[in-house]
């Protein structure tokens, strides 16, 4: 499996909603991360998972809490998200721990959130 | 301020074309240079290029890493309309732990026609 899989690939949310997100990788990969794209614009760093530690959160607001239960799999829950949230966001796994290595990534599809 | 700069935003070439795509950056404690492209979805692994691997080729497409200059160059000859995307360069930065970090430049979208 050389693959990051990523579910849903949809999801529209109410504001008052309570969401997940799942990112999976079976590459034996030691650094997981979540990010966030909007349209026309690069992805934005959100999380940095390492060695199943949260190594990274790059000051995103609390409404956006990830876990890592294990070391193949990233979740992003989400909770009383605002309009300007929706974009696409992206799993991605590195081979190396963070601060490791040379940053090497893999990106999962995304998933597409609109926030109604 | 970490600076990753691409160049041109945009740009539009007929197919058989050979293109090149500019990187140029302001970090400290560089590490690695990675390319990208991305069609309709996720980013697509490219190239990686560090201080001991400053060329890489595969197939059309081909990177060179000028740290003097401090700037990176993405080749792709014979381009193909499947070419079309936006190619983004980012940058690693740190020697590790908390200072560590990964900034994208803002990409160049190459539209390749028939």
């Known amino acids: 499996d050389t693959e990051v899989t990523q579910t849903p690939k949809h999801l529209v949310m109410g504001m008052t909603n309570k969401k997940s997100l799942k990112c999976e990788q079976h590459m034996g990969h030691r650094a997981m991360y979540w990010y966030k794209q909007k349209a026309k614009k690069p992805p934005e760093l959100m999380f940095v998972?390492?060695?199943?530690?949260l190594s990274i959160n790059e000051s995103v607001p609390s409404r956006f809490s990830p876990e890592c239960p294990n070391s193949s799999l990233l979740n992003l829950h989400l909770h009383a998200l605002q309009p300007e949230d929706s974009a696409l966001y992206l799993c991605a796994s590195s081979p190396d721990g963070w601060g490791q290595g040379s940053g090497e990534q893999y990106f999962g599809p995304g998933t597409r959130l609109t926030v109604t | 301020e970490d600076k990753v700069v691409q160049s041109p935003l945009s740009l539009v070439v007929h197919e058989g074309d050979t293109v090149t795509l500019n990187c140029s950056y302001e970090?400290?404690?560089?590490?690695?240079l990675l390319w990208y492209k991305q069609e309709k979805k996720a980013p697509t692994f490219l190239f990686m290029l560090?201080?001991?691997?400053i060329e890489k080729k595969s197939g059309r497409l081909s990177s060179i890493l000028d740290k003097k200059e401090l700037s990176s160059i993405l080749n792709i000859t014979a381009t193909q309309t499947g070419d079309s995307a936006i190619y983004l360069c980012a940058l690693l930065k740190g020697s590790g732990g908390s200072n560590y970090k990964l900034t994208f430049g803002k990409g160049t979208l190459l539209t390749v026609n028939p």
């Open positions: 970090v400290t404690n560089f590490r690695s």
């Open positions: 560090t201080s001991s691997g």
């Open positions: 998972y390492s060695y199943e530690k």
